[in-house]
Every structure is written in C-alpha cells, then in structure tokens.
C-alpha cells in the first residue's frame, strides 16, 4: 500500500516523428509482436494505427527488437475475440523527439466514466444495467503565461495543426504515462487581480492511456 503525489511530474509533448512504418503483421501474445517494414530501437516509443480498435492511437514502448520483429512492451493481445487473429495490421510510428511542457499550474482528468444500458423485461418489475463503454476522456492542462517558452509554443503549434499528438508525464516516483490525443490551446491568459496569469490546454484522449512503472 503506498500513496503518491503529483509534485514534480513532467509533462512533454510530442514535437517530431519519424516516417510511418508499415506493419505486416500483429501476433496474439501475452506481449504483442509486431512485423515491421525497419527495426527500430529498444526504449522507442511509437504510436500504433491499427486494425484492431483496442490499440488504435496509442502509446507504447518497444522492447526486443530483432530484425523486422518488435515487442510491444506490456501490451496483451491474447484474446483473440478482442484482438482477432490477423487484423492486427496498420503502421507504427517513432516519436523523435518530446518538448517540455514548462510551469504547469495544474492537470486534470475528466470523462472516461462506465456507461452502462438499462433494461428490463416485460415481466419484469424492476430494470437491470449492462456495462457498455466509457465515456470520452480529456485532460486539462492549466499553464502559467509565457510566450517564450519552448512548451507554450508546442502546444500552440499542435493545436493549430489538429493532428493527433503524444503526451508523457514523466512522473516523479518514477514511471511514465503516456497519451495520445488531440490538443487546444487557448493564448489568452486568465486575470484576476492578485493570481498567476495563466492560459488553459486541453488534450481530447484518442486511445487509452499507457502506463509503464519503470
């Protein structure tokens, strides 16, 4: 049992790729394996376009690349039901480099709640639910006002494009998180006599988070 606090966590974004790589095809395993058109490096970190809904847009971090194989670290695609059997196909893609997200006032969380549908037979007097899906997910991202710096300027740069773009939290206890999504940005700064000037980023998830301890 262990509590931990968001002081000192890291927040990059996504500021250059490589070309997209060709997958050819995706194995069912306790950690998938990827066929690729290149190999890439141990530690990359890629975002996945794939046939299968469960890993399109998302983060994750390549292990054991071997010729035109690569693992993707901690990514279990052995039901087959959620992950069928050769759909797994798309392309992969290495982010090159991160830009520091500088004077974060805050990051918050909201959405990706369960859904759930209500029903009830005729003879019923009472109703039952099933789970459905979860709810869209985005994250607020509260920076202090500074032009100058180098983040302000990637999230400016990447909500004018409108492009899917990677976020990592380094977070302090040690580990990362990692998101893919679409960002806003808004450059004018809150004023309120006596408060830090701060301007307000959003991030619309387009796949589920990744997460890795170490």
Known sequence: MSVSLPNGIILSLA????SSLTVTAASNAAECVLTVTNTL???DIVELISGWSRANNRLFRVKSPTGANLVLEGFDTTSTTQFPAGSGT???RKINSWTQIQQV???TSSGGEPQY???SFLE???DRQIPTTTSAQSLAINIADDP???GYQAMKAAALSRTVT??????????????NGIVAFDETPSMSKGNVMQCKGGFALQGKPVRYAT
């Open 148 to 150: 100058t710096l180098g």
């Open 41 to 43: 490096a141990a530690g």
């Open 166 to 179: 990677g976020l990592r939290g380094a977070l302090p206890q040690g580990g990362f998180l990692f998101y």
């Open 90 to 92: 798309g392309t992969i």
């Open 15 to 18: 500021t250059a790729y490589a």
């Open 117 to 119: 549908q209500t029903y």
């Open 124 to 126: 019923d007097d009472y």
């Open 105 to 107: 006032m805050d990051l």
